[in-house]
Nanobody, 126 residues
Framework: QVQLQESGGGLVQAGGSLRLSCTASGRASDYAMGWFRQVPGKERDFVGG????????QYVDSVKGRFFISRDNAMNTVYLQMNSLKPEDTAVYYC????????????????????WGKGTRVTVSS
């Protein structure tokens, strides 16, 4: 079982950027990785993800062109670069993983992933 630790959250003004990191306890290359976010009173939503080798990346429409996911398997770390941030991006962001080949964003939107970090809060002020 892999353990995930997010970092990099904080307070930023609208239009600004943040980079979140997620470090895995095990061999990250064994896992497809994703980022999800949750606001109070709502379900946790898929934001985007990356396949085990980093060859496939998918994002939800609301972040396409602004967010970019990358991974460094040698460092067992996945990143979420967030640019042009909007107040509606305010949420707790969670890193997630699963030990399967990439299933596609439709799957993750519906079923999530198997392993979760504890989350890091991102607040975007207007």
């Amino acid at each position: 079982q892999v353990q995930l630790q997010e970092s990099g959250g904080g307070l930023v003004q609208a239009g600004g950027s943040l980079r979140l990191s997620c470090t895995a306890s095990g061999r990250a290359s064994d896992y497809a990785m994703g980022w999800f976010r949750q606001v109070p009173g709502k379900e946790r939503d898929f934001v985007g993800g990356i396949s085990r080798a980093g060859t496939v990346r998918q994002y939800v429409d609301s972040v396409k062109g602004r967010f970019f996911i990358s991974r460094d398997n040698a460092m067992n770390t996945v990143y979420l670069q967030m640019n042009s941030l909007k107040p509606e991006d305010t949420a707790v962001y969670y890193c997630a993983a699963e030990g399967h080949p990439w299933r596609g964003s439709s799957w993750y939107l519906k079923y999530g992933m198997d392993y979760w970090g504890k989350g890091t809060r991102v607040t975007v002020s207007s």
